[in-house]
């Protein structure tokens, strides 16, 4: 049973790159959810709902460039 929406723990976060380098990835995301047992609840994904943008975010978290 889905009884509480995800939540962040940080409301903005902002990350400077440099333009020209290529990264792996950017920073880590996360949010927290309340349903279920420490260790079971976990987000399954993450989905960026801006069209258009260059990044991508993995079940993980981690954010990066999407280069194609």
């Given at each position: 049973?889905?009884?509480f929406s995800?939540?962040w723990?940080?409301?903005y976060?902002s990350?400077?790159v440099?333009?020209g380098r290529?990264y792996?990835?950017?920073?880590?995301?996360?949010a927290?959810?309340?349903?279920?047992?420490?260790?079971?609840?976990?987000?399954c994904?993450?989905l960026?709902?801006t069209k258009?943008v260059?990044?991508?975010?993995?079940?993980?978290g981690q954010s990066s460039?999407?280069?194609?």
């Amino acid at each position: 049973m889905n009884e509480f929406s995800p939540k962040w723990p940080q409301l903005y976060m902002s990350v400077d790159v440099v333009e020209g380098r290529v990264y792996d990835h950017i920073t880590r995301l996360e949010a927290v959810d309340r349903d279920g047992a420490d260790g079971v609840s976990r987000i399954c994904r993450y989905l960026i709902i801006t069209k258009n943008v260059p990044f991508e975010v993995d079940a993980e978290g981690q954010s990066s460039v999407d280069y194609q």
